[in-house]
């Protein structure tokens, strides 16, 4: 019997004694036909292997030879002119055919399966031991005495296989409390691959498992040092990750702050819309919610805690710039519950899911969430990856957390909700595909849908509720609710108007409605006249769709109104954010806010439009579906060409409120009336960013592309303070839409914009990319100003990788644009970022200079904010000179201006400069309870460089007063975020900082 190895030097045995296979060559010839696993190799490819393009013309006789003294080794009592079994000839070359299991490559392949196979079955300690012995296998590298092989591309992929196993297998004993018998392995990979990080990550962690601490915390500094030797680049987030594993087993979590991975811990949030007023019935169905869904849990126990804090210096860009858990019933592991209440449009899906919903409440103590898919809106439904975003925001994740892609938004959304007893109410949702990435980790999730949504309930175990026309009694029942005891007295009557109204409550409640408002009418002159519509419709829908009696029901409301109200309701249609304010409605019927807010009572008193607070409504998919219709041949082009000029006006209006210097850099519109006060302007914004993405989005699919290059140009400064998802939408909708206009500046611009918003989210390489793209397009179309501001943006970008004379140049390019336009604020903006860039050993002096000026030009321009933040810096590098009670004064008055003027982001980088140099001061516990502020504040605006900064910052002064392990989590802390957005400076900050909490630490203890 044969027996062959490959995995090391090349070896053959024939009945249990070694046979000598010759030379190099021979064995070559020999490996390349195992290697091609009993397939035909040509002889061409032999030679190919072999020699290259430097074959000799004696190649094929070589080959042929080789193969003649392998037959003979292989099978020595195989008859001369007798063909081979174990090595045949096959055309214009040979293959090598042995039984199962004599080649020891085939018994690896064979052992990996038998792995993958146990791995499905959720066996690890079957992996374990598959992967052991397939490992066991190797005697050194494959094809170890056959040089001409090392190369060959099969044997590289055949060594990335084994190095799979060896992670695999380090990864499962890891998990079985055994891996220190991985060490040598791991050991041997770290050696042979020393920039391989996932390889060091393993090694550390191994060490770590095994009780060798001091051996872990060396491999990763002989990693470090690796990588940055090699190539100039600091440790990954597998590598900090197992880092930081190790230095908390002896550091207790940090007082203040939850550990890195999750979201702090946040008030339950409840975002369940309110109760639709005279709720009627649907007793069994609420009964069978309560057991489809009940708590929302599965046996067993989740938990998790996260930490993400910060601060930093702030810029100016052209511009100054959970723990849970939960347990239930039964199953194993935790669970999450789905509940699909599907039915036709119309027939109360959303008002039964809203009100099971607050039943339940007490069930979900971590939260209710809520969220309208608008799956079968006009507008455009929300995509997945949006709905995600907007879940991660609304659970406390900060954006800088969110990740772009699809796939890792559902997972964060799942780690998120994992352990946590939450309810997420899905409303309006079109299809599976729309909702699969929403599912979430644990607790309950509750969808509405026309669909089915089948595959939910076949592949994710959803329980359907079917939901019916209301019965008759209960469809009379509201009526009686809604109209009164004239139900009672026309009973026949009432009964037609529930079957005209096809039972369905929304028909229900506007017919009622109607009838209310026309007390004196007798019931069977309402069911009258809507019979003779309904005939007029039922002939063009000869298949009785119910919503055909919607449709009925709304026209003869419709009718009812007066005609300026109903031309406001048909154009309300054509409206395609998720809400709108009088303003818009005035702007759309080009009527005054007095007259649209009277007309607007009356569509909510008919049901047409429903109020909701802070002066704002909402339209029924439905209802805005029908009004349309409507409006589709009623000056629709003016109607929007209205609602574009008065959304731009105003944002404009309320951004000259809040940044009036910025006012010559924004594009130039009519500006509508002024805002009494900041907070006033800041609160439109806020109420109607959502619908300003959203008609972008929309008018950009309706080829009107003009609207999202000027809106996001005019809000460029005010989602720089926060709202970074939003800012991403409509930035890169002002991107599409300035390359479909080919407008060379706008397209600059926008890619200003963009770039900028990678910036605030710590995505250097992609803000480098659109930043550098935009400093070119700017250039060549001759906007200096525009390119001034995305050449400072890009310095910023240098800064925090580490490129200090990229970033320094960058400025100074830019300062000097601005100089020779004579525009002073930019001038100042980019001082700011000058300073910043020089705040570094041996140009202190400098930026002090350059700081200093900046806040006397922005004072000089009355721009109270500039002023502050370049005194926030002016302070920051006050401190580094060691003039500390200049640090003080300019960072107090700083923080007085931000205050005043609702700042918190501001606020927040002042706070934390003050904590730097009360600690350096020895005021330890006002330093901390100052950076514990700015903690929170930059945590809840998301700012990644500031969180990084302002735990540095605190790791600091916790050395300083003696709370050395508390010092180390927040220097671990700060590691993680610069880690993952690739910050050198608070990186190298955070490991000295380690280090020097530990030493004192040992200090301490001798």
């Given at each position: 019997?044969?027996?062959?190895?490959?995995?090391?030097?090349?070896?053959?045995?024939?009945?249990?004694?070694?046979?000598?296979?010759?030379?190099?060559?021979?064995?070559?010839?020999?490996?390349?036909?195992?290697?091609?696993?009993?397939?035909?190799?040509?002889?061409?490819?032999?030679?190919?292997?072999?020699?290259?393009?430097?074959?000799?013309?004696?190649?094929?006789?070589?080959?042929?030879?080789?193969?003649?003294?392998?037959?003979?080794?292989?099978?020595?009592?195989?008859?001369?002119?007798?063909?081979?079994?174990?090595?045949?000839?096959?055309?214009?070359?040979?293959?090598?055919?042995?039984?199962?299991?004599?080649?020891?490559?085939?018994?690896?392949?064979?052992?990996?399966?038998?792995?993958?196979?146990?791995?499905?079955?959720?066996?690890?300690?079957?992996?374990?031991?598959?992967?052991?012995?397939?490992?066991?296998?190797?005697?050194?590298?494959?094809?170890?005495?056959?040089?001409?092989?090392?190369?060959?591309?099969?044997?590289?992929?055949?060594?990335?296989?084994?190095?799979?196993?060896?992670?695999?297998?380090?990864?499962?004993?890891?998990?079985?409390?055994?891996?220190?018998?991985?060490?040598?392995?791991?050991?041997?990979?770290?050696?042979?691959?020393?920039?391989?990080?996932?390889?060091?990550?393993?090694?550390?962690?191994?060490?770590?498992?095994?009780?060798?601490?001091?051996?872990?915390?060396?491999?990763?500094?002989?990693?470090?040092?690796h990588l940055a030797e090699e190539l100039g680049v600091g440790p990954g987030p597998d590598l900090v990750a197992a880092y930081l594993r190790v230095l908390d087993d002896e550091t207790p979590a940090p007082p203040v702050q939850p550990r890195v991975g999750r979201t702090p811990t946040t008030p339950p949030v409840n975002q369940l819309p309110a109760q639709v007023a005279g709720f009627t019935g649907r007793t069994a169905e609420l009964a069978t919610l309560d057991k489809l869904i009940g708590n929302g849990n599965g046996n067993g126990n989740g938990n998790g805690n996260g930490n993400g804090n910060g601060n930093g210096n702030g810029n100016g860009d052209g511009d100054g710039d959970g723990n849970g858990n939960g347990d239930g019933d039964s199953g194993s592991g935790v669970a999450v519950r789905i509940g699909v209440v599907c039915g036709t449009a119309g027939v109360g899906k959303t008002a039964l899911a809203v009100r099971w919903a607050h039943r339940?409440?007490?069930?979900?103590?971590?939260?209710?969430?809520?969220?309208?898919?608008?799956?079968?809106?006009?507008?455009?439904?929300?995509?997945?990856?949006?709905?995600?975003?907007?879940?991660?925001?609304?659970?406390?994740?900060?954006?800088?957390?969110?990740?772009?892609?699809?796939?890792?938004?559902?997972?964060?959304?799942?780690?998120?909700?994992?352990?946590?007893?939450?309810?997420?109410?899905?409303?309006?949702?079109?299809?599976?595909?729309?909702?699969?990435?929403?599912?979430?980790?644990?607790?309950?999730?509750?969808?509405?849908?026309?669909?089915?949504?089948?595959?939910?309930?076949?592949?994710?175990?959803?329980?359907?509720?079917?939901?019916?026309?209301?019965?008759?009694?209960?469809?009379?029942?509201?009526?009686?609710?809604?109209?009164?005891?004239?139900?009672?007295?026309?009973?026949?009557?009432?009964?037609?108007?529930?079957?005209?109204?096809?039972?369905?409550?929304?028909?229900?409640?506007?017919?009622?409605?109607?009838?209310?408002?026309?007390?004196?009418?007798?019931?069977?002159?309402?069911?009258?006249?809507?019979?003779?519509?309904?005939?007029?419709?039922?002939?063009?829908?000869?298949?009785?769709?119910?919503?055909?009696?919607?449709?009925?029901?709304?026209?003869?409301?419709?009718?009812?109104?007066?005609?300026?109200?109903?031309?406001?309701?048909?154009?309300?249609?054509?409206?395609?954010?998720?809400?709108?304010?009088?303003?818009?409605?005035?702007?759309?019927?080009?009527?005054?806010?007095?007259?649209?807010?009277?007309?607007?009572?009356?569509?909510?008193?008919?049901?047409?439009?429903?109020?909701?607070?802070?002066?704002?409504?909402?339209?029924?998919?439905?209802?805005?579906?029908?009004?349309?219709?409507?409006?589709?041949?009623?000056?629709?082009?003016?109607?929007?060409?209205?609602?574009?000029?008065?959304?731009?006006?105003?944002?404009?209006?309320?951004?000259?409120?809040?940044?009036?210097?910025?006012?010559?850099?924004?594009?130039?519109?009519?500006?509508?009336?002024?805002?009494?006060?900041?907070?006033?302007?800041?609160?439109?914004?806020?109420?109607?960013?959502?619908?300003?993405?959203?008609?972008?989005?929309?008018?950009?699919?309706?080829?009107?592309?003009?609207?999202?290059?000027?809106?996001?140009?005019?809000?460029?400064?005010?989602?720089?303070?926060?709202?970074?998802?939003?800012?991403?939408?409509?930035?890169?909708?002002?991107?599409?839409?300035?390359?479909?206009?080919?407008?060379?500046?706008?397209?600059?611009?926008?890619?200003?914009?963009?770039?900028?918003?990678?910036?605030?989210?710590?995505?250097?390489?992609?803000?480098?990319?659109?930043?550098?793209?935009?400093?070119?397009?700017?250039?060549?179309?001759?906007?200096?100003?525009?390119?001034?501001?995305?050449?400072?943006?890009?310095?910023?970008?240098?800064?925090?990788?580490?490129?200090?004379?990229?970033?320094?140049?960058?400025?100074?390019?830019?300062?000097?644009?601005?100089?020779?336009?004579?525009?002073?604020?930019?001038?100042?903006?980019?001082?700011?970022?000058?300073?910043?860039?020089?705040?570094?050993?041996?140009?202190?002096?400098?930026?002090?200079?350059?700081?200093?000026?900046?806040?006397?030009?922005?004072?000089?321009?009355?721009?109270?904010?500039?002023?502050?933040?370049?005194?926030?810096?002016?302070?920051?590098?006050?401190?580094?000179?060691?003039?500390?009670?200049?640090?003080?004064?300019?960072?107090?008055?700083?923080?007085?201006?931000?205050?005043?003027?609702?700042?918190?982001?501001?606020?927040?980088?002042t706070l934390a400069n003050l904590g730097r140099v009360r600690g350096l001061c020895g005021d330890h516990d006002r330093a901390i309870d100052d950076l514990t502020e700015a903690l929170r504040i930059l945590r809840s605006l998301g700012h990644p460089y500031g969180e990084a900064s302002a735990l540095n910052n605190l790791g600091d002064v916790l050395t300083a007063a003696g709370r050395t392990a508390d010092a180390v989590a927040r220097h671990a802390a700060a590691l993680s975020i610069a880690t993952a957005t690739g910050d050198r400076d608070e990186q190298e900050r955070a490991h000295e900082g380690i280090a020097r909490a530990q030493q004192d630490a040992v200090r301490a203890t001798r």
């Amino acid at each position: 019997m044969l027996a062959i190895q490959v995995l090391g030097p090349t070896r053959c045995w024939r009945d249990g004694t070694e046979i000598g296979l010759g030379p190099a060559g021979r064995r070559a010839v020999l490996g390349l036909l195992v290697l091609a696993g009993g397939r035909p190799l040509p002889r061409s490819r032999i030679v190919e292997a072999m020699w290259g393009e430097q074959a000799p013309a004696s190649a094929t006789n070589v080959v042929q030879t080789h193969v003649k003294h392998l037959r003979r080794l292989l099978e020595p009592g195989r008859r001369t002119h007798t063909p081979s079994a174990v090595l045949p000839s096959t055309g214009g070359g040979y293959a090598l055919r042995l039984p199962a299991g004599a080649v020891d490559l085939g018994r690896f392949r064979e052992l990996l399966t038998a792995a993958a196979a146990a791995d499905r079955q959720g066996d690890p300690r079957g992996v374990a031991t598959h992967l052991a012995e397939a490992l066991d296998m190797w005697h050194g590298p494959p094809f170890a005495d056959i040089p001409v092989l090392a190369g060959h591309p099969m044997v590289r992929s055949l060594l990335d296989e084994r190095r799979a196993a060896v992670a695999r297998y380090a990864d499962v004993m890891l998990a079985l409390g055994a891996a220190d018998r991985t060490l040598p392995l791991l050991r041997e990979e770290a050696a042979t691959h020393p920039l391989d990080e996932a390889a060091h990550a393993r090694l550390i962690l191994a060490y770590h498992a095994g009780g060798r601490r001091a051996e872990a915390l060396t491999a990763y500094d002989v990693a470090r040092r690796h990588l940055a030797e090699e190539l100039g680049v600091g440790p990954g987030p597998d590598l900090v990750a197992a880092y930081l594993r190790v230095l908390d087993d002896e550091t207790p979590a940090p007082p203040v702050q939850p550990r890195v991975g999750r979201t702090p811990t946040t008030p339950p949030v409840n975002q369940l819309p309110a109760q639709v007023a005279g709720f009627t019935g649907r007793t069994a169905e609420l009964a069978t919610l309560d057991k489809l869904i009940g708590n929302g849990n599965g046996n067993g126990n989740g938990n998790g805690n996260g930490n993400g804090n910060g601060n930093g210096n702030g810029n100016g860009d052209g511009d100054g710039d959970g723990n849970g858990n939960g347990d239930g019933d039964s199953g194993s592991g935790v669970a999450v519950r789905i509940g699909v209440v599907c039915g036709t449009a119309g027939v109360g899906k959303t008002a039964l899911a809203v009100r099971w919903a607050h039943r339940a409440r007490d069930r979900f103590p971590d939260g209710q969430l809520h969220l309208d898919l608008r799956g079968y809106d006009p507008r455009r439904p929300v995509s997945a990856w949006a709905a995600l975003g907007h879940l991660l925001e609304s659970l406390g994740v900060p954006a800088t957390g969110i990740p772009d892609d699809l796939d890792r938004r559902a997972a964060r959304y799942r780690a998120e909700t994992a352990g946590r007893r939450l309810l997420i109410l899905l409303d309006n949702a079109a299809s599976v595909d729309q909702v699969r990435p929403l599912i979430p980790g644990t607790g309950a999730v509750l969808i509405t849908s026309r669909d089915s949504l089948a595959g939910l309930v076949a592949l994710h175990g959803a329980h359907r509720l079917m939901l019916d026309l209301l019965p008759e009694p209960e469809a009379l029942a509201l009526l009686r609710s809604l109209v009164g005891v004239r139900v009672n007295r026309e009973p026949e009557a009432a009964a037609a108007l529930a079957r005209q109204c096809a039972r369905l409550p929304l028909a229900l409640r506007v017919a009622a409605e109607l009838a209310a408002f026309r007390p004196a009418e007798p019931l069977a002159g309402l069911v009258g006249e809507l019979a003779d519509r309904q005939r007029r419709l039922r002939l063009l829908d000869p298949g009785g769709d119910v919503r055909a009696a919607v449709r009925v029901v709304f026209s003869w409301s419709y009718r009812q109104l007066p005609a300026a109200a109903a031309r406001l309701f048909r154009h309300l249609g054509l409206h395609p954010g998720p809400s709108f304010d009088t303003g818009a409605a005035a702007a759309l019927a080009a009527v005054d806010r007095a007259e649209a807010a009277t007309h607007l009572e009356l569509l909510a008193r008919k049901h047409l439009v429903r109020a909701e607070p802070a002066g704002r409504y909402v339209m029924h998919d439905l209802l805005r579906a029908y009004a349309a219709e409507l409006a589709a041949d009623d000056d629709a082009g003016g109607a929007l060409d209205r609602l574009h000029a008065h959304l731009l006006a105003t944002a404009a209006a309320a951004m000259d409120r809040l940044h009036p210097a910025d006012r010559a850099h924004r594009p130039a519109v009519d500006r509508a009336p002024g805002f009494p006060d900041p907070a006033a302007a800041r609160a439109w914004l806020d109420a109607e960013l959502p619908g300003l993405v959203a008609t972008a989005a929309t008018w950009l699919e309706h080829d009107r592309p003009r609207f999202a290059t000027d809106v996001a140009a005019t809000l460029y400064r005010h989602l720089e303070g926060g709202g970074y998802t939003h800012a991403e939408v409509l930035h890169g909708c002002a991107l599409e839409a300035a390359r479909h206009l080919g407008d060379p500046a706008r397209h600059g611009r926008a890619l200003t914009n963009v770039g900028a918003v990678h910036r605030l989210l710590g995505r250097y390489e992609l803000a480098e990319t659109h930043l550098a793209e935009a400093v070119a397009v700017l250039a060549r179309c001759g906007d200096q100003l525009g390119a001034a501001r995305a050449l400072s943006n890009l310095g910023i970008v240098y800064e925090r990788l580490g490129r200090d004379d990229d970033a320094t140049a960058h400025q100074l390019a830019a300062l000097a644009a601005y100089r020779r336009a004579g525009d002073r604020y930019g001038e100042a903006s980019t001082l700011v970022n000058l300073g910043n860039a020089n705040t570094r050993p041996g140009h202190l002096v400098e930026a002090y200079d350059q700081l200093r000026r900046s806040a006397v030009l922005f004072r000089e321009a009355g721009t109270a904010l500039g002023e502050a933040m370049a005194l926030t810096n002016l302070g920051d590098v006050c401190t580094s000179l060691g003039r500390h009670d200049e640090a003080v004064r300019q960072l107090a008055a700083a923080r007085d201006i931000f205050s005043v003027a609702g700042h918190p982001y501001g606020e927040a980088v002042t706070l934390a400069n003050l904590g730097r140099v009360r600690g350096l001061c020895g005021d330890h516990d006002r330093a901390i309870d100052d950076l514990t502020e700015a903690l929170r504040i930059l945590r809840s605006l998301g700012h990644p460089y500031g969180e990084a900064s302002a735990l540095n910052n605190l790791g600091d002064v916790l050395t300083a007063a003696g709370r050395t392990a508390d010092a180390v989590a927040r220097h671990a802390a700060a590691l993680s975020i610069a880690t993952a957005t690739g910050d050198r400076d608070e990186q190298e900050r955070a490991h000295e900082g380690i280090a020097r909490a530990q030493q004192d630490a040992v200090r301490a203890t001798r």
